[in-house]
Every structure is written in structure tokens, then in C-alpha cells.
């Protein structure tokens, strides 16, 4: 199996900053992309950002400039470095992985259960 276990959510005043973590753990042989995704009450699961194994990222238009996505390959662990968080930022975030258990295997994606962020105006 594969668990995705986040930390770092939490409340916070509109113009702070929070930093997400989440690691892989179990049968890996390697994770192509992790990422981030958001919900907020009411909403559609909504896509953050994405961070390949080579590091590349993509972002949401809402958070260009502000969001900042890393990962440790070494440590099966992706970061979301959030700055000048803004109310409607508040969502449960996500994170996910695309796992390859074995060589031979598929790849899977993988959710972790997701950290609460509450950004207060």
C-alpha cells in the first residue's frame, strides 16, 4: 500500500503564510507527479498545482505569484510554501501522488486525507 500523510494547515490572518507538507510512504518504486488540490465547502475539487519528478510546476491562475510547490525526491515528499493568503484560500487541501509500486506495475494516484486551512480576513 501507499499512504499520503499532510501536515501544516492551520488558521492564519489574510496576508500570512502557511507551509504544506506531504509524504509518501510504502511500496514505491518511483512517484512521477505530486500535487496539490483544494476544497472548499460547497466547491468543486479545484487542482493547486502540480510538480513533476524533475521539478517542473504548473499553478492555478488564483495562485500565480503567491504559491510556491517543491518536492524531495529523496524524501517522496512534496511542499506547498503559501504566501499573502487571501480568505478565499480557505479549502481542505490535498495532496496526491502517481505511484509505480513495482517496475512492471501501472501507476496509481494515490490522496492523502487532507489538512484544513483557514485564512481569516
Known amino acids: 500500500q501507499v499512504q499520503l500523510v499532510e501536515s501544516g494547515g492551520g488558521l492564519v490572518q489574510a496576508g500570512g503564510s502557511l507551509r504544506l507538507s506531504c509524504v509518501a510512504s510504502?511500496?514505491?518504486?518511483?512517484?512521477?507527479?505530486m500535487g496539490w488540490y483544494r476544497q472548499a465547502p460547497g466547491k468543486q475539487r479545484e487542482l493547486v498545482t502540480a510538480?513533476?519528478?524533475?521539478?517542473?510546476?504548473n499553478y492555478a491562475d488564483s495562485v500565480k505569484g503567491r504559491f510556491t510547490a517543491s518536492r524531495d525526491n529523496a524524501k517522496n515528499t512534496v511542499y506547498l510554501q503559501m504566501d499573502s493568503l487571501k480568505p478565499e484560500d480557505t479549502a481542505v487541501y490535498l495532496c496526491?501522488?502517481?505511484?509505480?509500486?513495482?517496475?512492471?506495475?501501472?501507476?496509481?494516484?494515490?490522496w492523502g486525507q487532507g489538512t484544513q486551512v483557514t485564512v481569516s480576513s
Open positions: 496526491n501522488a502517481d505511484v509505480k509500486r513495482t517496475p512492471g506495475s501501472l501507476i496509481y494516484r494515490y
Open positions: 510504502g511500496t514505491i518504486f518511483s512517484i512521477n507527479a
Open positions: 510538480v513533476s519528478s524533475g521539478g517542473s510546476t
